[in-house]
Structure formats: structure tokens, C-alpha cells
């Protein structure tokens, strides 16, 4: 079974809004310098405690501001084709999170956005 792994918040000013989830839930941010876009990790916690952490980025064009999740697959190509066959659609094809992994963004046929993320360590 794949489960929600990480989430995404966009916003127009990633950093003005941090001081709002540093300040009500404790969240720690740092940015991400690898990344092929504007990033800042998001930890939520500890990682020996229920739960994800995320990230915090700009919508990219024609995205709204807004949040999504992240499931992790064993094969982003597999998944992607079930994707398709299933009625949903690629909005942002395979692209490499270097050290991290394989990311694409699909959505489902009602049109929620969602990410896929093969975890591969070698992505460059």
C-alpha cells in the first residue's frame, strides 16, 4: 500500500508565512538548496513520532496557493500509467529531486493535484 509521505504548502510569500507555523505549531523550516526551485523543508516534529513533515514553496504557473500531498511509490513510471488508465492526467511530467528521488504531479479524474515520488537517492 502507498501512504502520504510528505506535503506541500504554496504560497506567494513562503517566507512571510513561516513565523505563522513556527509560531502556532513549533514547525522548523530550512531551506532547500538542491531543489531545481525555491524551497524550504518543512519538519513537523520528531522523526520517531507519528506523522510527515513537508515543504513550503511558490505556486508554480496557472497553480493556486493551497496544499498538497505526496505519496510515495515503488515505480513513478507503473504509477504513472495506472494513473492514465484510471482517468487521471500528468500535470507536471518526471523530474529529478537530486539525492531524494523521482517526482511527478498528477491529478485524479474530480482534478485534486497530487504528488507521486519514487524515493531514489541517486536522482540527480
Known sequence: MNRVTHFEIYTNDPEAVQPFY????GWKFSKFEDGPMEYWLVQTGDDNEPGINGGITRPREGQNSGTLNTIAVESLDRTTEKIKQGGGEICVPKMAIPKIGWL???SD???NVFGIIEPDTSAT
Open 22 to 25: 513556527r509560531d502556532v505549531f
Open 104 to 106: 511527478a504531479y498528477a
Open 109 to 111: 479524474p474530480a482534478g
